[in-house]
């Protein structure tokens, strides 16, 4: 089966443009997760959708990002305006609903640099 | 709520070496336990996976045991190459409010593997 797909892969902004990330999961995966990960540490949950309903955003800096997932597939992550500390990478995960024994399958992620 | 710690890097061994990389965890209930990888210029991977108490994983020639009396999930492998230089993760997955599973990661172990 098709992987988790991501674009674009690398993006360079100035800080306080505006970036939006796509995300496309593995086909029937029913949950969706954005991850951040800044160089040197763990990936950091920034949301997590079921279908096209928010679960958790919990550390989600909602002044500046946000991401939606419209009829329960793709989905796009949006910082306005970005900032020199959002400088990361982004990873898309998606997994099946139901399994007791689920497992996240990433994708390769977009590495944003902002100057 | 939910952390993992494992043990700072960079890690440097010769090719064959053994290899252990430590990691513990805090959380409530009986979460799974995961170790990814990240190879240069790639994606988080599924590296092994142990759902309950005294399971083992195994891929690859690593292999982890969950440990729940010491709350550890501590990667092993016998023999390494150096193709295994790599980051390695260790993550425990916990249920959230709302439902699905959150993956909560530690801060990433980098193995550097020697001729």
């Known amino acids: 089966e098709a992987g988790v797909a991501q674009s674009p892969r690398y993006k360079i902004i100035e800080k306080r443009q505006s970036v939006a990330f796509w995300c496309n999961p593995i086909?029937?995966?029913?949950?969706l997760y954005w991850y951040q990960q800044i160089l040197g540490q763990g990936p950091k949950l920034l949301i997590q959708?079921?279908?096209?309903?928010?679960?958790?955003d919990s550390q989600l800096p909602k002044d500046r990002f946000s991401a939606e997932r419209l009829k329960g597939v793709d989905s796009t992550l949006k910082i306005q305006p970005a900032k020199l500390e959002d400088s990361a990478v982004y990873l898309c995960?998606?997994?099946?609903?139901?399994?007791?024994?689920?497992?996240?399958?990433f994708g390769p992620g977009t590495r944003l640099l902002v100057l | 709520g939910d952390s993992v710690t494992q043990m700072e890097g960079p890690v440097t061994l010769s090719e064959e070496a053994f290899l252990t990389i430590n990691c513990t965890y805090t959380?409530?209930?009986?979460?799974?336990l995961f170790w990814y990888v990240q190879y240069p210029g790639e994606g988080l991977q599924l590296l092994l996976k142990?759902?309950?108490?005294?399971d083992k994983g195994s891929n690859k020639g690593f292999e982890a045991t969950y440990r729940k009396e010491t709350t550890s999930f501590h990667l092993e492998k016998g023999s390494v190459q150096v193709s295994d230089s790599a980051v390695y993760f260790c993550?425990?997955?916990?249920?959230?409010?709302?439902?699905?599973?959150?993956?909560?990661f530690g801060t990433g172990t980098q193995l550097k593997v020697e001729l």
């Open positions: 995960a998606s997994t099946r609903w139901g399994d007791s024994q689920e497992t996240q399958y």
């Open positions: 142990a759902t309950k108490a005294d």
């Open positions: 993550a425990l997955s916990g249920m959230v409010t709302g439902g699905g599973n959150k993956l909560t």
């Open positions: 959380a409530t209930g009986y979460p799974s």
């Open positions: 086909s029937g995966h029913a949950t």
């Open positions: 959708f079921q279908n096209n309903g928010v679960v958790d």
